[in-house]
């Protein structure tokens, strides 16, 4: 199979699809594989490392989409990239389409097979392309919201660990799943006083027993959202619906009970974001205020540390990757229903059906056309 790379082209996103030591895997199961110039620059990879591991590199994303059968990436293809895309060709990359319905027009009326990373799964019931950018998002939202707690930033003015004589910051995580484990860690290990938030009996248990003291938990009802949220320094969105639109935890009703200059770091923006007030920003603007809390909504995290994301992406995208180069699409989706649950948009369907509910289109088993 002919395999297509590109550079990245949303605001801020250095990572790239492909590394070299990828190419190299793909190169040794017979494929070709096409990389656009300039693509790897973000992680420290020059077109010269792409040769080397048997890549052609091409001059521009335009001939990289017109050549190759499946596009790996990272993003969801930009609406200069989605009018590139063509009927059967292969999009293997992150997409979360629920929040997004001009993303999933322009694929539902390309025709192509686009398989979304987040929604793969494993025997375990849980997502493995996704758990990477969700451990890097995780540690990352403790350092941005410590950025963003400093005066200069509009912040309260808290030292996350404090210092002897001074309490710490108040850090609420709301959701313990792979973002909020993450960010947990990263918080108690600087000191701060954390409080994790969870509706699942084992998911509180588990913390619990992991953090002991360092952290304590709650039951995530609105009563306690609300009651967390009020004494907060910095709170931590990190809940996850697979597929779908992260709901609304904190109203902006709730703003007005926050102390001045608190912190929302929203990390399931990329679903629509689970803050009422919340909307996207980049690396170049990450944060915004609403009635005087500090919002930081940066939609693609993970880019900002990209060599780090990069490499840990491609750990968990490339079996997949190679499957679908080795067997075609039909066939390594028919093998591995894990992977089947990847498919989201085919042939001008909608395979998924969460998406299908949020965005109003019929839902069509992704089976139905694998054949």
Not at 246 to 270: C, E, N, Q, Y
Not at 282 to 305: K, L, Q, R, S, W
Request: aromatic share 4%; charged share 20%.
């Amino acid at each position: 199979m002919r395999v297509g790379t590109v550079k990245e082209i949303k605001n801020h996103e250095y990572r790239v699809g492909l590394t070299p030591e990828s190419v190299e895997e793909l190169v040794a199961h017979g494929h070709d594989v096409l990389v656009e110039t300039g693509a790897g620059l973000g992680i420290g990879a020059s077109d010269e490392a792409y040769r080397a591991a048997g890549a052609s590199t091409l001059s521009s994303a335009s001939e990289v989409f017109a050549k190759a059968e499946m596009i790996v990436k990272v993003k969801e293809p930009q609406a200069v990239e989605r009018a590139m895309l063509r009927e059967g060709q292969i999009l293997y990359t992150y997409l979360h389409l629920a929040p997004d319905p001009e993303q999933t027009r322009d694929l539902v009326a390309s025709g192509a097979v686009c398989i979304a990373y987040e929604t793969v799964t494993d025997a375990h019931g849980s997502l493995p392309l996704l758990k990477p950018m969700s451990q890097v998002a995780g540690r990352m939202a403790i350092q941005a919201g410590a950025t963003a707690l400093q005066m200069e930033h509009g912040g309260r003015g808290v030292l996350l660990g404090g210092v002897p004589g001074v309490l710490p910051a108040n850090v609420v995580v709301i959701g313990g799943g792979v973002v909020g484990f993450n960010a947990a860690q990263m918080a108690a290990g600087m000191g701060a006083d954390v409080t994790i938030l969870d509706r699942s009996p084992e998911v509180l248990e588990r913390l619990s027993t992991h953090f002991e003291s360092r952290a304590k938990t709650r039951f995530s009802s609105k009563a306690n959202i609300a009651d967390c949220v009020r004494q907060a320094d910095l709170v931590i969105g990190a809940v996850l619906i697979p597929g779908a639109a992260a709901p609304h935890l904190v109203t902006r009703a709730m703003l007005s009970t926050m102390k001045p200059g608190a912190v929302l770091v929203d990390v399931a923006i990329d679903q629509g974001g689970c803050f009422e007030t919340s909307h996207a920003t980049t690396h170049a603007e990450p944060t915004f205020v609403v009635d005087g809390i500090v919002h930081y909504c940066v939609a693609n995290m993970p880019g900002a540390v990209a060599r780090t994301s990069t490499y840990a992406l491609n750990n968990v995208t490339l079996p997949h990757a190679l499957s679908i180069a080795d067997l075609g699409w039909r066939e390594a989706l028919k093998r591995n229903p894990h992977l089947r649950a990847g498919l989201n948009v085919c042939g001008g369907k909608v395979t998924y059906e969460a998406v299908a509910r949020d965005l109003g289109y019929d839902y069509v088993p992704a089976e139905t056309l694998i054949g």
